[in-house]
């Protein structure tokens, strides 16, 4: 009896090392008395410990109480609650003579982590063994023939209760009910639930989400409202319905009538409300909503905390949903003997994923990158809807190496490379400028869809590639897949850039005539700026008229760009007169405007735009230009002597300007939008950010390794002319993304023709065109080049 107090009382105030201890002593001593096996159980179930679930079991094998179903049951049981399924998976097999309890354990327990698959394997190796079931048993494996849409199994079961006379309460009836609106089959749900006598609130909201699920909202409502008693799921369920279905304004309304007339919100209708306010961008509502969590302490639950931080995200507010985040317990945290449960880690993953595509949705790329850096450090489960985010936001800052270490963790981990996974990088990869590996990851994907076409012609039309976008586009429509509104756009914008008028105004017609896509702004700015590119600038001003999108403020903006490339100043005055009466506070115009002014040497007048731009208060959006190298991104802007090593860059930058002069380079001083003299001008344009981030470029990386250079504006011609002019003479390869496109600068011999001011240089060439000088010369605007690579192997073979 003393061992037995003492064996208690150590349970419940000593170490999980020394209780074991104690156990083993006294496994060698003396045999456990019932009283002892009691709190040995005690322990087990409150402590979830493994090794103590294991000691259990061992004392029971060596005891022999192990034949006893009770009792093996019973350590099956905790095994399961501990969600210890695999141990739980091997005691079971241990077992020789298995009752119904035995198995319904096993059951529950893998219907709990959603392994319906498992559930109906071992119902049906019950079924092999002769073991009746149970309604328990019955309950379990008929909510995972929902799960997974078994609508045989379902009706088999249904049937075979039928045959042998079970009795139906309204749960099992509910279950039945349950699968076959779960599989589709309406008829059967519709007939079963007027032949039952008995329902509850599970049975009327069943039938209600059924009608919802067929789109029946009316059908839905008025069932809801004939409820003889709304209980707090009843309102769930036509709330989330409504939501789900596009009524997000009906489900708000019904949200306000549960306010003043329903029951009180449980979690359920916390996440509801919260996630139908973010789809609404009602932020006054959802903070409502929080105050009301706070005063009733549901904050800590993992549910309601995660609606939080994603309506928080979705309304654009970071601040709010980072401090929501940053006290929700972490995995690490924990100490050794606790375990977190399945729910408890889903929620853990689904915040931090939350997290992530809120910083990528609000445009915070960096802050999106350290933190999935941090959710890689803390051993968090990354899903590929996190992976999706995070390469988006790669993508969209430029941050190659992130970009393919991410890459390489995807393959790491065993990621199935979906639809939209795949395109997310192939979008990646154009637009960090690394085209062969976007290239290699679209021919390397299986089942091309009309996304991936379409992120492959997309990235064809930012390299500057028109030719290769109007192959691929060809390719896919012969192949039988339907473009859509966004391949649209990608195909004409690559029509645009490339000059390919007759193309894009077959494609336009296309799109509305024979697929009837009703085009969007993109694809009439798209078609003003490709006949704005090729001179067509009359033509232009027609299509905006005839099709009544003068309303547009893009579409002059265009327009005025291509005033300017044309050198046509009457014109572009009068469209940029236009754009300021649509947007008077748009930098963009002014400067277009005065830039025009200036290189005609119209002072007064740029002078005048200028003065009007200060009077208004328009601020210009100042040039910046970026490179990455060995994880670290430096940044500049004109006349920058931030960097540690301005002193070098700019003596190498003099050099090098001095050296490009001899071989043909010279400054387009026209560009210069001040009124100095020719000396101060060259000067001025000497130091533009990216001329500046090419050199530090230039200096810190080895001759092999290709520049990458991202800037938040248009380059202008005479650093495209600079950059055209390096790439020659140090034999470098350099690209440049700035708002619009990619520039690819790759070392050429120039044959035949020395007017490099007017050579337009094509660095990717189509591959699936005839390679002789006829159509280099076409490609080159009849300006022969060379290129000393070898050339792109074709797309398609034949």
């Known amino acids: 009896m003393r061992w037995t107090c003492l064996n208690t009382r150590s349970f419940s105030s000593t170490t999980f090392f020394k209780q074991t201890h104690l156990f083993s002593l006294l496994s060698l001593t003396i045999n456990t008395t019932k009283f002892e096996f009691h709190g040995i159980q005690s322990y087990c179930y409150h402590s979830t410990n493994k090794s103590a679930i294991g000691l259990l079991h061992a004392k029971a094998v060596k005891s022999g109480s192990f034949q006893n179903l009770s009792v093996v049951n019973y350590i099956l049981s905790l095994s399961v609650k501990s969600q210890y399924l695999d141990y739980a998976q091997k005691a079971f097999d241990e077992i020789p003579d298995r009752d119904v309890r035995t198995w319904t354990i096993l059951m529950s327990g893998y219907a709990r982590i959603g392994a ?29 023939c929902s799960s997974v849409s078994d609508l045989r199994t379902g009706k088999g079961i249904h049937g075979w209760i039928l045959r042998n006379g079970i009795n139906l309460d309204v749960v099992l009836e509910n279950s039945i009910l349950d699968v076959y609106v779960k599989c589709g089959a309406f008829d059967y749900a519709k007939k079963l639930f007027e032949l039952m006598v008995e329902k509850d609130a599970v049975s009327w909201n069943i039938m209600v989400g059924a009608y919802l699920h067929m789109g029946d909202m009316e059908k839905s409502l008025n069932m809801f409202r004939s409820l003889p008693y709304k209980e707090v799921s009843s309102w769930n369920t036509i709330i989330d319905g409504l939501m ?81 985040f940053r006290k929700m317990p972490l995995n690490g945290v924990r100490n050794q003997n606790s375990k977190i449960t399945f729910d408890e880690s889903m929620t853990e993953i689904v915040s931090w994923s939350s997290m992530v595509s809120g910083y990528v949705r609000n445009g915070e790329y960096e802050e999106a990158m350290k933190l999935f850096i941090s959710m890689v450090w803390e051993q968090v489960e990354v899903d590929k809807f996190t992976t999706t985010s995070i390469v988006s936001a790669c993508a969209n ?19 199935t490379m979906d ?79 490339a000059g390919l008028l007759e193309e894009g105004c077959k494609y336009f017609r296309l799109m509305k005539e024979f697929y009837g896509i009703k085009p969007g702004f993109e694809h009439f700015t798209c078609m003003v700026d490709l006949y704005g590119r090729a001179g067509h600038l009359d033509k232009a001003k027609d299509f905006i008229h005839e099709n009544g999108i003068s309303h547009l403020s893009g579409v002059w903006r265009s327009f005025l760009s291509s005033c300017r490339l044309h050198k046509n100043i009457e014109m572009g005055k009068w469209v940029s007169e236009t ?35 200060q009077k208004r208060r328009v601020n210009k959006i ?40 001899g071989i043909g380079y010279s400054s387009d001083v026209k560009l210069v939008t001040q009124d100095v003299e020719e000396e101060q001008r060259e000067v001025l344009l000497g130091y533009h950010s990216e001329k500046l981030a090419i050199v530090y470029g230039i200096i810190s990386t080895t001759s092999e390794i290709p520049i990458r250079i991202m800037k938040n504006l248009r380059v202008c011609t005479d650093c495209h002319s600079f950059i055209k002019y390096t790439s020659q003479l140090l034999h470098r390869e350099i690209i440049v993304r700035d ?33 002789d000088r006829n159509s280099i010369e076409k490609e080159c ?11 792109p192997i074709p797309l398609f073979s034949s």
């Not at 947007?583 to 005048?608: F, H, Q, R, V």
Request: aromatic share 8%; net charge neutral.
């Open 579 to 613: 754009l300021l009466q649509l947007e008077p506070l748009d930098a963009g115009t002014y400067i277009l405007l005065s830039n025009m002014c200036a290189t005609t040497d119209s002072w007064e007048e740029a002078a005048k735009v200028r003065s009007l731009m």
């Open 781 to 791: 605007s009849s300006h022969l080049i060379i290129l000393e690579d070898k050339l």
């Open 244 to 324: 789900q279905n596009g009524y997000e304004r009906t489900g708000l309304e019904l949200l306000y009538e549960m306010v003043k007339n329903g029951p009180a919100f449980n979690k359920v209708t916390f996440s509801i409300a919260l996630v139908l306010v973010s789809s609404l961008y009602i932020m006054e509502f959802g903070r409502q909503i929080h105050g009301r969590i706070l005063r009733i302490g549901l904050q800590k639950d993992g549910f309601v905390r995660t609606s939080l931080i994603d309506m928080y995200c979705k309304c654009g507010k970071m601040e709010k949903a980072s401090m929501i």
């Open 116 to 144: 319906s698959r498992m559930v109906l394997d071992l119902f049906r190796g019950m079924q092999i063994e002769g073991v009746l079931p149970n309604q328990y048993t019955l309950s379990s494996v008929l909510k995972c």
């Open 739 to 771: 708002i619009h496109r990619f520039h690819h600068f790759k070392h050429v011999t120039v044959c035949g023709h020395h007017n490099w001011e007017a050579l337009h240089i094509v660095f990717y060439l189509n591959p699936v065109m005839e390679l």
């Open 397 to 415: 800052a430029g941050n190659l190496e992130l970009g393919r270490q991410i890459h390489a963790y995807v393959l790491k981990v065993g990621h």
């Open 622 to 661: 100042p040039g910046q230009s970026w490179i990455q190298l060995k994880n670290q991104v430096h940044t500049f802007v004109m006349g920058d002597r931030s960097h540690p090593q301005d002193k070098e860059i700019y003596l190498y930058l003099d050099e090098l300007i001095g050296t490009l002069k």
């Open 419 to 497: 639809v939209h996974l795949s395109s997310s990088l192939i979008d990646m990869y154009a637009k960090c400028g690394c085209w062969d590996d976007a290239w290699t990851t679209f021919k390397q994907t299986a089942n091309l869809n009309v996304v991936l076409w379409t992120s492959m012609i997309t990235g064809c039309a930012l390299h500057g590639q028109g030719r290769q976008a109007v192959c691929l586009f060809e390719q896919m429509m012969r192949e039988g897949i339907k473009p859509n509104e966004v391949t649209f756009v990608g195909v004409l914008t690559a029509c645009s850039h």
